[in-house]
């Protein structure tokens, strides 16, 4: 993932939070926020200490980062994503996170018209 497709300053971290909505399952929590203006989705990734240690934290994120590489024609581009990990995310395999990820999508309707 290209990194002007992610979203690392704090401001754009509260925007999201703040103007966005939100839906969850029990391993993440997505944040989503319209950009009309923008031609592809940008990921913020919040993976917090209570997770585990430097190694697994980064492995969640990893993990996410492919599992949105993987999706990312099915994902509306218009929009910027925050991914918020919750403590269950760490003993997921990939295919896991990915399942779990593709559950909050179509829970949300982000998915665009594509059969995915």
Known sequence: ???AYRIK?????QAVF????????R???LYFYP?????????GLS???RIGNAVVRNQVKRYLRQAFL??????????DYVVIARNPAKDLSFFEVKKSLTHIFR????FSKVKC
């Open 9 to 13: 300053k704090n401001e754009e971290f």
């Open 27 to 29: 391993q993440f929590v």
């Open 70 to 79: 993987e999706l990312e024609d099915c994902i509306k581009q218009d929009f």
């Open 1 to 3: 993932m290209r990194k």
């Open 107 to 110: 829970k949300s309707k982000l």
């Open 18 to 25: 703040k103007k966005g909505k939100s839906f969850a399952n």
């Open 47 to 49: 993976v917090g200490k």
């Open 35 to 43: 950009k009309p203006n923008q031609t592809h989705f940008r990921i």
